[in-house]
């Protein structure tokens, strides 16, 4: 369970559901709809979170992708 509720695309304000629509193609992730309350975040997360993923191998960033997660204690 989030500690940060999520900002579903129904309730989203304008800015908001632009960025789901144009970047994330209507499917916000969790981790969008939890940054959805600081649009700037949001914007820099979706600049960031690509970058990092081109710079490290496929099976680098698999492995640091699963290290976070149980660290955070993700079930998903």
């Known amino acids: ?3 940060i509720s999520y900002i579903e695309p129904e309730n989203a304000p304008a800015e908001v559901k632009e960025i789901y629509e144009q970047k994330l193609r209507g499917k916000p992730a969790n981790v969008h709809k939890a940054l959805a309350h600081v649009p700037q975040a949001l914007k ?11 710079l490290l191998s496929r099976r680098l960033y698999e492995l640091v992708y699963i290290r976070v997660t149980m660290l955070n204690r993700c079930d998903y």
């Open 1 to 3: 369970m989030a500690r």
């Open 44 to 54: 820099g997360f979706l600049i960031l979170y690509p970058t990092i993923g081109r």
